[in-house]
Each structure stands twice: as structure tokens, then as C-alpha cells.
């Protein structure tokens, strides 16, 4: 389906929690695609922010990671009224897909990571870990399906979502989606919802911390987890500083 011929809806469940009212013509006709060679790596590094955004920001790729080969992808949606990394990845023989993704905001912005994993030969491994945090009538959502085909025995595939709720008003969504034909597999999903913890921010308040910085390092160690396996501290720091900054304005 491409933005040129129908645009897609709420009933679509990929777009359940969609802004698509947002969306507009040619929006969804770029889709990027990444070929990694066996026994190569290769990364890629997607930033939203108030810099380098529009209105609307979709951004497409299509992934097919080689035999023993590794493809990571490390994200930040801090900016756009509606914006969408949607990601769909085919795994071959021992292939590794790693991704760490953040989306934080508020008013009545929608920030979504959408994956589809398919692993199609055996042995591959993939691991999915979202933060979202959100304020406002922000929302952040997170719709990742993995697909085990019938062959593909000795896959270990794991997602795990979390969301942050800074203020009434606020939502995330999760939809963790398990499609396995194959019986010899590690596959894992977590997804929970909360606030911030009300003892850990007694605990600073009683050291003299004030409520403002309190609440950003809670945060920070909160978001920090999907950026665990970045190992450029350079980008690491990057990414991380731009979903605080997000933070900030709003504090």
C-alpha cells in the first residue's frame, strides 16, 4: 500500500494508534532498503528532533541481514506532530538484529517504533528494547511482531517494552505480536506501563535534590536501557541528549 494510491486507517492494524490524519500524499512511497552482506555489520542511526523535523516524519526500511551478519538500529523521536519508524527486517542463518528505540513528548504528539522481524532461517537472534515517555496527551507507541517460520529452529528472539507516564493525560501503547512455527526457539516479550517511582524521588528529595533534576535523572537511567547495546558513547551521548532535552522544555 503507498500513500499514492490509499492511505491507510485506524482499522489497519499496523496503524492502530496512528495519527493519519497527519499523514499526506507520497508520505509513505520512500521505503529504504538495506541489504548486509554475510559476516558484515552494519548500523544505523535515526534521530527525530525539533532540528531536522517536519510535521509529519515517516521513516521506512526494509532489511535483509545476511547469513552470521548483524544489523543494529538505535532511535530517538523527540520531534513531529506524528512520526513513524517502521522497520521490517528478514533474518537469514545465524543473522543478528538489534534494535534500541526511544520516543518522548507531549502535547498532542504520536511517536511510534513499528517492527516486523522475520526469522527465516535457524539459529538467528533478534532483541527489541523500547522506552517511551510521555506527558500531555502525548503517546507513544511500540508495535513489534516476530515471525518464526517453520524451519527456522534454535531462534532466540526477545522485545521488551516499557512506558513512562509523567502526567495524567499522557498514553502508550504496546503490542507485542508472536507468529512461531517452530518448535526448538527462545522467544520472549515484556511490556509494562507506570510512573515515575514516588520512593526514589523521596529518597533525592531528601538529599537536597531539587524536584526538577530529581525527576531527569529518574528518567535518564529510565530511557538509558535502550541505548545499553550503542557502543559509541559518542552517538550513545547523542541520543541520549536529545530525548532529555525534550525533557527539559517540558520541565
Known amino acids: 500500500m503507498t500513500a499514492t494510491t490509499e492511505l491507510p486507517t485506524r482499522k489497519d492494524e499496523a496503524w492502530r494508534y496512528s495519527a493519519v490524519e497527519k499523514l ?3 508520505d509513505l512511497d520512500a ?6 552482506a554475510a ?13 531536522n523535523s517536519g510535521e509529519t516524519e515517516i521513516h521506512r526500511l526494509k532489511v535483509n541481514v545476511g547469513e552470521n551478519a548483524r544489523f543494529e538500529i538505535f532511535g530517538v523521536i523527540a520531534s513531529a506532530d506524528y ?9 537469514a542463518r545465524g543473522a543478528h538484529f538489534e534494535l534500541g528505540g526511544i520516543t518522548v513528548g507531549g502535547r498532542d504528539t504520536v511517536r511510534e517504533f513499528v ?23 502525548g503517546t507513544g507507541s511500540f508495535l513489534g511482531s516476530i515471525d518464526v517460520v517453520r524451519h527456522a529452529q534454535k531462534t532466540d528472539a526477545a522485545q521488551d517494552f516499557k512506558g513512562l507516564l509523567l502526567e495524567k493525560g499522557a498514553t502508550v501503547n504496546a503490542v507485542p505480536q508472536l507468529e512461531i512455527f517452530a518448535d526448538d526457539v527462545k522467544c520472549a516479550h515484556g511490556a509494562t506501563v ?5 520512593s526514589a524521588r523521596f529518597y533525592m528529595a531528601a538529599r537536597g535534590l531539587p524536584p526538577e533534576l530529581s ?8 530511557i538509558g536501557d535502550a ?5 559509541d558513547e559518542g552517538e550513545q551521548e547523542r541520543l541520549l541528549r536529545a530525548a532529555l532535552d525534550k525533557l527539559d522544555r517540558h520541565l
Open 24 to 26: 499526506r500524499a507520497g
Open 31 to 36: 521505503v529504504r532498503q538495506i541489504d548486509v
Open 39 to 51: 559476516g558484515d555489520s552494519a548500523r544505523e542511526i535515526i534521530l527525530v528532533s525539533d532540528e
Open 83 to 91: 512520526a513513524r519508524l517502521e522497520v521490517e527486517v528478514t533474518l
Open 115 to 137: 517492527t516486523r522481524v522475520v526469522h527465516a532461517e535457524p539459529e538467528g537472534t533478534s532483541n527489541q528494547t523500547v522506552r517511551s515517555v510521555h506527558w500531555g496527551q
Open 194 to 198: 507506570g510512573q515515575l517511582d514516588e
Open 215 to 222: 525527576r531527569r535523572l529518574l528518567v535518564q537511567a529510565f
Open 227 to 231: 541505548l545499553v547495546s550503542l557502543d
